[in-house]
């Protein structure tokens, strides 16, 4: 993971905010389609399969990107899947985290 780099100042490494862009997305399918609609999902990238109403057709997706444009990217490919009748974003939220610790920072002192 990428770092800030050295301080001059005090030699402290400081961890670079990486932004992580998680979407929610209800995929609808015909009830008899979705095992296969499913199965070319969760091949996709950033992509995971949180619940499924066979009955219904429904499917229930998370997606997880470093970027919107990858978000907007990411909905357009599930859209375009053979089988889907459609799929909608219904939840949209940015984390801002550091990036996680290698173990190798210099501690300040």
């Given at each position: ?24 997305i209800?995929?609808?399918s ?38 919107r ?41």
């Open positions: 993971y990428p770092f800030a780099g050295v301080n001059e100042c005090n030699k402290l490494r400081l961890p670079v905010e990486i932004p992580m862009h998680y979407s929610g209800l995929v609808a015909a009830p008899d389609r979705l095992p296969a609609c499913a199965a070319a999902l969760s091949g996709l990238p950033g992509l995971e399969i949180h619940y499924s109403y066979p009955e219904l057709g429904r499917l229930i997706v998370v997606q997880e990107t470093r970027t444009a990858e978000q907007e990217e990411g909905l357009r490919r599930i859209q375009g899947q053979p089988g889907v009748l459609y799929a909608e974003l219904v939840y949209y939220h940015v984390s801002e985290s550091p990036a996680p610790s290698t173990g190798n920072e210099e501690q300040a002192g």
